[in-house]
């Protein structure tokens, strides 16, 4: 317990320290929003992956339904953008009910289908309402976020709401894992049949656990808008889906902790890549990342598939039991 404790103070002391570390390296701080926004979004989907064993590749819709409700409301209607952020977690979670009550039905290969035809869907809605969502022109103007009369207007606050954000969603996360929801949710992960021979209603078990990740990307899209100030359809396609299931394998499931590791590995060796590959490959284009990425993905699957939650990392974020 003592050692969990101090790896807690750690994590929280490292986290506060950076913004006065690079105090005048806006790269940096920017680089770490990014971070913590697609490590939002990883948990989200860590949750359903990694622990209720169901695969979704249509997370990004969520992402863009968080992020256009809060542009729209806010820039065309004067919403404050806290009430607006809230206002998408709720479009989210109709959606995502609505969803869920067919697709969830489905297992394996067929839901991750069923999820990826969503994502398709909503893309092309994000593409062809212009009047809503500004179509392939993309949506201007967006207000940095605000808390009544304070604005997160510069990179150090908007660091310091995002990663409060990112604590909060593990710290919550954790808690339902350890809950008796969270032991539902964990036990389809094995097997669904076994969970429902176990009294667990399997079909509540996987909509909950979808509901609570279509939450999490829908707060980081509302976030990733007011922090950036203009959103287009291209953010939310199904690259960022399989962007957001990489980041996860990556990551791990073996402890909550794994969607926020999977992001900041994705994003680090992806701006590392963007430097150095056209110093070597001077003809080389945005593929490159891709293949370069699926072949990590290749490998970790073959030789970790626990990914980096798999070594003998500190344990103070493990939710109990670790999941199979």
Known sequence: MASRRWTIAVAVFGLVAIPFIFTDNNYVLSLMILIGLFGLMATGLLLLMGYAGQVSLGHAAFFGLGA???????????????????????????????????????????????????????????????????????????????????????????????????????????????????????????????????????????????????????????????????????LFDLVTSITLVAMVIIGGNRAIIGGVLGAGVYVVLGEGLKAVVPKLIPTAGGEFELLFFGLLIIVIMIFKPEGLTGFRWPTALRPGREAR
């Open 68 to 234: 256009y409700t809060s542009a729209y409301l806010t820039t065309r209607l004067g919403w404050s953008p806290a009430a607006a952020l809230l206002i998408g977690i709720v479009v989210s979670l109709a959606v995502a009910f609505v969803i869920g009550l067919a697709a969830l039905r489905l297992r394996e290969h067929y839901l991750a289908l069923a999820t990826l035809g969503f994502g398709v869907i909503m893309y092309t809605i994000f593409k062809n309402a212009k009047a809503i969502t500004g179509g392939l022109d993309g949506f201007f103007g967006v207000p940095p976020f605000s808390i009544g009369s304070f604005v997160f207007a510069d990179e150090r606050a908007s660091y310091a709401l995002v990663w409060g954000a990112v604590v909060l969603g593990l710290w919550f996360a954790a808690n339902v894992l350890h809950s008796r929801a969270g032991r539902a949710i964990r036990a389809l992960h094995d097997s669904e049949f076994a969970a429902e021979a176990l009294g667990v209603n399997v079909f509540r078990a996987k909509l909950d656990v979808f509901l609570l990740s279509a939450a999490y990307a829908s707060v980081a899209g509302s976030l990733y808008a007011h922090y950036v100030g203009f959103i287009n359809p291209q």
